[in-house]
C-alpha cells in the first residue's frame, strides 16, 4: 500500500501541501482486514477515523427492524471521523464487505501531531468541518425530500 499516494488522492487532504502531506503520513498506521471484519459497532467509544486505500466497508444502523444498512463505502472514502472530533460513541457500526486495506489515524496521535505542527492541524480541522459540513447540508436535503414525500402520501400527519 502506497500511503502518500492514497492520502494524496483524499479530498479533506488534498489542501495539504507535499511537504506538509508527508509530515501527517507518519501519523497514519496501515490495517489490513477480511471481508466482515467488524471495525467498529454502535455504541461503542471510537477513538479514530479511517480512508479506505482497497475494498468497501458497510456501515449499518441498528433501527426496530434490526441492523439496516446506510452506505458502502469504497476506495479514497473516509469515515469514523466524528469520533475524533467530539470523543462520544460511534453513530454506526462499520464491516468490511471485502479484503479492504485502511488507513488509520487515532485521535492521540492525531492530537500529537497538532500540538508539533499548529498550522497544519488547523488547516486539517477546517478541510474536515467543510466535510462535515457538506454531509450535513446533504442530510438536510435528504429530510426534506422525505418530508415532502410523507406529505404527499399522508398530509394529514402534517396537520
Do not use: W
Not at 120 to 136: E, F, N, Q, W
Request: hydrophobic residues 40%; proline residues 3%; charged residues 30%.
Amino acid at each position: 500500500m502506497k500511503k502518500l499516494e492514497i492520502l494524496r488522492k483524499n479530498r479533506v487532504l488534498k489542501e495539504l501541501t507535499e511537504e506538509e502531506l508527508q509530515k501527517f503520513s507518519e501519523v497514519v498506521r496501515e490495517r489490513h482486514l477480511p471481508g466482515g471484519a467488524i471495525l467498529f459497532r454502535e455504541g461503542e467509544s471510537g477513538n479514530s477515523m479511517f480512508i479506505i486505500a482497497y475494498g468497501s466497508v458497510k456501515i449499518m444502523k441498528t433501527s426496530k427492524r434490526g441492523e439496516e444498512e446506510i452506505a458502502t463505502l469504497g476506495t479514497g472514502a473516509m469515515f469514523g471521523e466524528l469520533a475524533l472530533i467530539d470523543g462520544s460513541p460511534r453513530s454506526a457500526t462499520a464491516v468490511t464487505v471485502e479484503k479492504t486495506d485502511l488507513l488509520e489515524i487515532t485521535r492521540e496521535d492525531l492530537q500529537k501531531f497538532f500540538d508539533e505542527y499548529p498550522r497544519i492541524g488547523l488547516k486539517l480541522c477546517l478541510a474536515m468541518s467543510r466535510l462535515i459540513t457538506a454531509r450535513l447540508r446533504n442530510t438536510t436535503n435528504d429530510l426534506l425530500f422525505i418530508k415532502n414525500l410523507l406529505k404527499s402520501k399522508t398530509p394529514d400527519i402534517f396537520e
